[in-house]
């Protein structure tokens, strides 16, 4: 049965596969492999982030739409979250 999950593309393998982490509720839940062609042109990279319905029974990818302006947003909160570790770290010398 088809459901939509936030994916995120952890690697590519040997410029052909693509690794996706399938997130529910903001935890991996799962991953699937898909041929690097099967996503769209603009997220064929890694830490992109789609939208993407999975038929996890049949391990397929059923269609992604790349989200952009929610990877920057993660991008984004992960900068801050290192730059005030980083902050943290700085003060304890």
């Known amino acids: 049965m ?25 935890t991996v839940v799962d991953e699937l492999t898909v041929a690097v062609e099967e996503l769209p042109d603009d997220g064929r990279h890694e830490g992109a982030v789609f939208d993407a319905t999975v038929d996890r029974d049949a391990g397929e ?20 979250r290192f730059d005030r570790l980083s902050e943290r770290l700085s003060d304890e010398e």
Not at 5 to 25: F, H, K, M, N, S
């Open 2 to 26: 088809p459901e939509t999950y936030t994916t995120v593309l952890d690697r590519i393998v040997d410029g052909t596969t693509a690794v996706l982490l399938l997130e529910a509720d903001e």
């Open 61 to 80: 990818l059923l269609e992604a739409t790349y989200r952009e302006e929610v990877e920057r947003d993660r991008r984004e909160s992960v900068r801050k």
